[in-house]
């Protein structure tokens, strides 16, 4: 067992997901301290959840949560060829049996339970809600990947094409991946601590990749009217990876009634982190404060079932 904190238990496990692949599990919580609820940790593409989401997974153990994160398959400690996604359907599969297994045990099938997506991690978490509209007691979305940008995205001819050849030679890396960190994150200390992250992948899109994503994007767009679980949507407003039109999209076209659409002026992609600390505690006060009040109603609503 590791130690991430004086005051936080950290934990890993390897699991083995239905096609045999090792998938790297972790958990943070507060030492000695009944967690009030389950976080889960959907990671964004090339990232992962050990190293990279340990500062918000630590602010959310401290806030008495306990939280889980797992590598998707092809993704930091799990097993797989590096930075590619097969079937974002099976990634998808792989967060819920993981997930759901957690929430079932005896200590955990009375705590509400929360999602977590940051980036493609947004969709992620998304598509677990659309996958059981009921099970989930609310999401965080953090410049959440929902729709694509009319100028991103590529020509139906281009998409014809893509699909043939991924028939043939999905695992080719022939999709050029521009260095996103420069335009992500703003503190030039935390920039060094992406790319020094060994366990983050920064290389090419593997052509199914790059399919996949599309494919989960095009889903989620789609189906954007039939979220129905609270949330609470949050965009810096100098991203230049996700326009905040997006999630303005997600806010607008979602049929949930407890909906929540924040935008961060001034700040870039990944401001959970990535920016000035004062900036970073402003968003996480936000974070814990939509947290608190759902964690108390679902407890009554609970309660109040039986």
């Not at 699991?15 to 919580?29: M, P």
């Not at 965080?140 to 699909?163: N, Q």
């Not at 399919?211 to 009217?225: A, F, W």
């Not at 992609?269 to 404060?289: C, K, M, N, Q, Y």
Request: proline share 4%; aromatic share 10%.
């Amino acid at each position: 067992m590791a130690q991430v904190d004086d005051n936080i238990e950290y934990e890993e496990e390897f699991i083995e997901n239905q096609r045999g692949a090792r998938l790297f599990t972790c958990r943070f919580v507060q030492r000695d301290v009944e967690p009030k609820a389950l976080i889960f940790l959907c990671h964004g593409y090339g990232s992962e959840c050990s190293i990279a989401l340990r500062d918000t997974a630590t602010r959310l153990a401290k806030a008495g949560y306990a939280v889980h994160g797992v590598d998707y398959e092809g993704h930091g400690k799990s097993s797989g060829l590096r930075g590619y996604i097969s079937s974002f359907d099976d990634l998808v599969n792989d967060c819920s049996d993981c997930f759901t297994s957690v929430c079932e045990r005896q200590e955990n099938k009375k705590k509400p339970r929360f999602l977590f997506g940051a980036s493609m991690g947004g969709a992620v978490a998304l598509l677990l809600h659309l996958k059981a509209p009921s099970y989930w007691s609310g999401a965080l979305l953090v410049s959440p990947m929902c729709k694509i940008d009319g100028k991103m995205k590529p020509h139906p001819l281009v998409i014809s094409v893509l699909k043939k050849l991924c028939r043939i030679i999905p695992t080719w890396k022939m999709i050029p991946a521009k260095d996103m960190i420069d335009i992500a994150v703003k503190d030039p200390e935390k920039r060094q601590e992406v790319r020094s992250n060994p366990y983050n992948y920064r290389g090419n899109l593997h052509l199914g990749t790059g399919n996949e994503l599309l494919k989960g994007s095009l889903d989620i767009e789609r189906n954007l009217h039939q979220v129905s679980l609270p949330f609470l949507v949050m965009h810096g407003g100098d991203d230049k990876i996700f326009d905040p039109s997006s999630s303005e999209l997600l806010y607008k076209s979602a049929s949930s009634t407890d909906k929540t659409f924040t935008v961060y002026d001034g700040l870039w992609h990944a401001f959970t982190f990535g920016e000035a600390p004062e900036r970073v505690e402003l968003v996480f006060s936000d974070i814990v404060a939509w947290l608190e009040q759902r964690t108390v109603k679902t407890a009554v609503a609970q309660e109040a079932s039986g």
